[in-house]
């Protein structure tokens, strides 16, 4: 039962473009959602969180949406530069006494000069 | 220089053994994950431990054990009854508290089966 969906695998945009990564939720309960990035043979890199009471957090050229109603949250990247190209986790966490985080299966982005 | 260090970054299994994967950080964080990524799959949880001495399961502990004897240190043993052992393994810390303390990661080991 995948409780957190990203239903692209790949992603190819521009440099200097928008790069907007999808990801699904289906388990009310979760109370952050999280986006890592990971370059290959290295560990993901927590890149920016989002509150479930808050619909948008900002930090540089990332923004994450969180649309609670669908159950749904984007991260954009603007303006998206070749040094981004990396999977994107998301990932949400439930507070069952501890942080537990459920991962979605990445979406391999790739920016292009 | 803070952060997560997992050694080896490459391992290879025989058959019928036992190996251990270690993983260290001195964030002074509590919590400490073992995760397992396989291709095509997000990270799934194998134990975590958020306080010395102190160790749960995790969604797919079967065939693994872990330690939590030092706060700095949580090494994983994948033993030989784990069937399917071919993975990249990772590593993570935390402090405690709500989900707005993310998990820090190492940067994996990758085993192999000979």
């Known amino acids: 039962d995948q409780q957190v969906k990203q239903n692209s695998p790949s992603l190819s945009v521009q440099e200097g473009r928008i790069s907007i990564l999808n990801c699904d939720y289906t388990?009310?309960?979760?109370?952050?959602f999280l986006w890592y990035k990971k370059y290959p043979a290295e560990g993901p890199t927590f890149l920016i969180s989002?509150?479930?009471?808050?619909d948008k957090n900002e930090d540089g050229r990332f923004t994450v949406f969180l649309n609670k109603s669908a159950k749904h949250l984007s991260l954009h990247i603007v303006p998206s530069q070749p040094g981004d190209s990396a999977v994107y986790f998301c990932?949400?966490?439930?507070?069952?006494?501890?942080?537990?985080?459920?991962f979605g299966t990445g979406t391999r982005l790739l920016v292009s000069p | 220089d803070g952060g997560i260090t997992q050694s080896p970054k490459y391992l290879f299994r025989k058959e019928g053994q036992n190996v251990t994967l270690s993983c260290e950080q001195n964030?002074?964080?509590?919590?400490m994950y073992w995760y397992r990524q396989d291709p095509g799959q997000g990270l799934r949880l194998i134990y975590y431990?958020?306080?010395?001495?102190?160790?749960q399961k995790g969604d797919i502990a079967e065939g693994y054990s872990v330690s939590r004897e030092k706060k700095e240190s949580f090494p994983l043993t994948v033993t030989s009854a784990q069937k399917n052992p071919t993975a990249f393994y990772l590593c993570?810390?935390?402090?405690?508290?709500?989900?707005?303390?993310?998990?820090?990661f190492g940067d994996g080991t990758r085993l192999s089966i000979l």
């Open positions: 993570a810390s935390s402090f405690l508290g709500q989900g707005n303390q993310p998990q820090h």
């Open positions: 964030l002074n964080h509590d919590a």
């Open positions: 431990s958020q306080i010395v001495n102190d160790f």
């Open positions: 388990n009310s309960m979760f109370d952050y």
């Open positions: 989002i509150s479930s009471i808050k």
């Open positions: 990932a949400a966490s439930l507070n069952t006494g501890f942080q537990k985080l459920v």
